[in-house]
């Protein structure tokens, strides 16, 4: 046990250094991937059927695609046409990329639980889609979509894991480089697996507890007043 302390001491403040890149690069890429999703279910809802046609086709392909080939494509094919990335960049742009894919479904789930009556009545007050969007749907569908956000982000903070491949110096990278300086790779990648829990197991407990909540509210919800068809399914999230 002194042991583990030892190491500790010695491996803890290079960890702790990683592990605040680990949570920058998981702020960054999943903020970016919100306001991708965003950006996507408000062209899902265009008039046009191009518009529409090209986010079917971008969500189908990105979730396709493994983040691993669209980080190499991002930092190593890049160059070659005459654009450089540095590592994090490449990396949280390749997170935006990928999981704004998965949160365009997770947000289109949530918008179908607002009545179509809600749509119609702002529409009847003059209100454009946008509007309708940002005042009426998006509030409303934002309470069904808690828990699977979160279990988004918990989604982003794993993958960014795979950053460690391109060079990004994050949590599992800066495990591998004490791994190779201390030949101790059962002790270095438990402290590592720990550092990822303190991260993510915060997040796991608020989800439980937004799940709850929700499932509270919706039983003591007047039938006649809810306005939820059906929940929002995780399943966008699985792959």
Same mark, same amino acid.
């Given at each position: 046990?002194?042991?583990?302390? /030892? ?12 592990? *605040? ?15 991708? %999703? ?12 191009? /518009? ?9 392909? /990105? ?7 669209? @980080? ?5 094919? /890049?160059?070659?046409? %005459? ?5 994090? @960049? ?9 999981? %704004? ?21 702002? =529409?009847?007050?003059?209100?454009? =889609? ?15 979509? *808690? ?32 791994? *190779? ?38 039983? =003591?919800?007047?039938?006649?007043? *809810? ?9 966008? @999230?699985?792959?």
């Amino acid at each position: 046990m002194n042991g583990l302390a /030892l190491y500790l001491v010695d491996w803890g403040p290079r960890l702790f250094e990683a592990a *605040s890149l680990t949570l920058l690069l998981t702020a960054a890429g999943f903020g970016g991937a919100f306001l991708l %999703g965003l950006a996507l279910e408000a062209m899902r809802t265009s008039r046009s059927a191009r /518009l529409r046609g090209f986010v079917g086709c971008y969500v189908w392909v /990105l979730r396709a695609i493994p983040l691993l080939i669209v @980080l190499y494509m991002l930092y190593f094919v /890049l160059p070659g046409i %005459g654009l450089t990335l540095s590592p994090f @960049l490449a990396g949280t742009l390749g997170l935006v990329l990928v999981h %704004g894919a998965y949160l365009a479904e997770v947000l289109r789930a949530g918008m179908q639980t607002v009545e179509q009556g809600q749509w119609e009545a702002a =529409r009847a007050l003059g209100l454009s =889609r946008l509007l309708c969007l940002r005042l009426v749907v998006i509030p409303q569908a934002v309470r069904q979509m *808690s828990g699977p956000l979160i279990v988004a982000l918990i989604s982003v903070l794993k993958d960014s894991s795979v950053c460690a491949l391109i060079g990004v110096n994050e949590l599992t990278l800066t495990a591998r480089a004490i791994m *190779s300086e201390s030949f101790m790779p059962l002790h270095v990648f438990l402290f590592a697996g720990l550092f990822y829990l303190a991260l993510g197991w915060p997040a796991s407990l608020l989800a439980r507890a937004v799940e709850r909540r929700m499932n509270s509210l919706q039983g =003591r919800q007047p039938r006649h007043l *809810s306005t939820s068809r059906r929940p929002v399914r995780l399943a966008p @999230l699985a792959r």
